[in-house]
C-alpha cells in the first residue's frame, strides 16, 4: 500500500478545501493518505486520525522556532511515506532534500498561492525556488492561466496540470440534499426582487465597502445579502452602514451547508478581488467562484484572468473593469438578463465540478506514483 503525506503550513480549517477533496480521492485508491498541517487537531471537524498538526507538538507554542522545527519534524516523518506532496513554498526546500535522500520518493508540487506583493514568502524560500522550480516529479496548479504564468515566469519544463479550487457536484448534492430551513435569513422587505448574495470578509476598507456604496442605487430591484467573518467591532461598522439601507442584511459566517443552502435560494453572487493589487489577485482563483455557480448562481465579477474566461465563454453572469466598478458590473448584468439556474448547474457538472475538472490531474498523479 502507498503511504502519502501532504505537507501545508496554510490553516485549512476554514480554508483550502482541495487539499481534502485531494486527500479523499487518493483514499478512495486504498492508499492511507496523511495531511501535516498548521491548524490544531482540534480545528479540523471531520478529523478521523488522518490530520497531524505540527502547532500541537511540543514546540508548536514557540512561534518563531516552531517555523524551523517544523521543517525538521517534516524530514524526519517522510522516511514513512512513499509519496510527498508540498503545498505551496513551505515546505519546498524539505522536498528538495528528501528527492535527494531518497531518489525513490515522489515529490509533488501543488500550488494554491503564487508568490508577489499580495502574498509573500521569506526571500531565501522564493529565491530557492527560482533555482530548483523543476525539481518535483509533478506540479499542479489551481488555474490554467496560473500554469502558463508559473511556466513562463519560472522556466518550469515540464506539464504542469491544473485542479481549479472547485468543489465535487456529489458536496453540493449532499449538502442541499440536508434540506437546512435557512428561512430566517430569507426575510426581505420586498421577496419579489431577486438576491445578491455577498460572503466573505466583513471590513469596510475592502471589497464590502464597495459593494455596500452601491447598494442604494439598487433599492426597489435587488437584495442585498450578507454572509460575513471578522471582528465583532468590523460587524458592528458594516452593521451600521447596512441599517441605513433598506435592501440589506446582514449575517455571520454560516457553516458550508447552511451556505449551500442559502445561496440556492438566491439569484446572483458577487466577487471582487482587485486585479491591479497583485498577481494572486490579477489571477485569482476564488472557490467561491465555483460554490456559486454549483447552485446555478449567475456572477457579478471583478475582471480576473482566467475568471474571465470562464464566465464570458460560459456564460455564467459579467465581469467588470475597475472604470465599470461593482455597481456597473451589476448594471450590465440586469440589463443582459440572468442566465437560468439550470443552465448554469449544468455547466458546473459538464466542466467545472471536481469530478470532471481533476480527472486528467488525478490520471497521471495515479499513474506517476503507480495506483491505477
Same mark, same amino acid.
Given at each position: 500500500m502507498q503511504k502519502i503525506c501532504i505537507l501545508t503550513w496554510h490553516d485549512i480549517s476554514s480554508a483550502y478545501a482541495c487539499l481534502h477533496y485531494l486527500k479523499d480521492e487518493l483514499l478512495q485508491e486504498v492508499v492511507a493518505v496523511d495531511i501535516w498541517g498548521f491548524s490544531h487537531s482540534s480545528q479540523i471537524i471531520d478529523n478521523n486520525g488522518y490530520y497531524h498538526s505540527f502547532t500541537d507538538s511540543w514546540y508548536g507554542k514557540i512561534r518563531r522556532f516552531r517555523v524551523y522545527m517544523s521543517k525538521l519534524h517534516a524530514l524526519l516523518i517522510s522516511f514513512n511515506y512513499d509519496v510527498i506532496i508540498l503545498n505551496d513554498l513551505s515546505f519546498y526546500r524539505c522536498g528538495y532534500i528528501i528527492n535527494k535522500l531518497f531518489p525513490n520518493k515522489k515529490i509533488i508540487h501543488y500550488n494554491t498561492e503564487i508568490h508577489g506583493s499580495d502574498v509573500t514568502f521569506p526571500h531565501h524560500t522564493v529565491s530557492f525556488y527560482k533555482k530548483h522550480a523543476n525539481y518535483p516529479d509533478m506540479i499542479i496548479e489551481c488555474l490554467k492561466?496560473?500554469?502558463?504564468?508559473?511556466?513562463?515566469?519560472?522556466?518550469?519544463?515540464?506539464?504542469?496540470?491544473?485542479?481549479?479550487?472547485?468543489?465535487?457536484? +456529489?458536496? $453540493?448534492q449532499k449538502a442541499l440534499?440536508?434540506?437546512?430551513?435557512? +428561512?430566517?435569513?430569507?426575510?426581505?422587505?420586498?421577496?419579489?426582487?431577486?438576491?445578491?448574495?455577498?460572503?466573505?470578509?466583513?471590513?469596510? +476598507?475592502?471589497?464590502?465597502?464597495?459593494?455596500?456604496?452601491?447598494?442604494?442605487?439598487?433599492?426597489?430591484?435587488?437584495?442585498?445579502?450578507?454572509?460575513?467573518?471578522?471582528?465583532?467591532?468590523?460587524?458592528?461598522? $458594516?452593521?451600521?452602514?447596512?441599517?441605513?439601507?433598506?435592501?440589506?442584511?446582514?449575517?455571520?459566517a454560516v457553516d458550508r451547508?447552511?451556505?449551500l443552502n442559502v445561496m440556492a435560494k438566491c439569484d446572483i453572487g458577487i466577487q471582487y478581488y482587485d486585479p491591479t493589487f497583485g498577481i494572486n489577485h490579477y489571477l485569482a482563483s476564488p472557490s467561491k467562484f465555483y460554490e456559486y455557480i454549483s447552485v446555478g448562481l449567475n456572477v457579478v465579477s471583478s475582471n480576473n484572468h482566467g475568471i474571465d474566461r470562464m464566465i464570458n465563454d460560459h456564460d455564467l453572469g459579467v465581469c467588470f473593469t475597475n472604470e465599470e466598478g461593482i455597481k456597473g458590473g451589476i448594471k450590465k448584468l440586469l440589463a443582459k438578463g440572468l442566465n437560468s439556474r439550470e443552465n448554469i448547474k449544468r455547466t458546473f457538472e459538464k466542466y467545472f465540478c471536481y469530478e470532471v475538472d481533476s480527472k486528467e490531474a488525478l490520471d497521471a498523479m495515479r499513474k506517476l506514483i503507480d495506483i491505477q
Open positions: 492561466e496560473r500554469a502558463d504564468y508559473r511556466k513562463k515566469e519560472f522556466g518550469i519544463r515540464q506539464k504542469i496540470y491544473v485542479i481549479d479550487n472547485t468543489l465535487p457536484k +456529489s458536496e $453540493v440534499a440536508a434540506d437546512v430551513d435557512v +428561512s430566517k435569513y430569507l426575510q426581505f422587505k420586498n421577496n419579489k426582487l431577486p438576491t445578491l448574495i455577498y460572503a466573505g470578509g466583513c471590513n469596510l +476598507s475592502r471589497n464590502l465597502g464597495d459593494i455596500l456604496k452601491c447598494a442604494t442605487d439598487f433599492s426597489g430591484k435587488l437584495n442585498f445579502l450578507f454572509f460575513c467573518y471578522g471582528s465583532s467591532i468590523d460587524f458592528q461598522r $458594516v452593521q451600521s452602514v447596512v441599517d441605513i439601507n433598506d435592501n440589506c442584511y446582514l449575517y455571520k451547508v447552511t451556505l
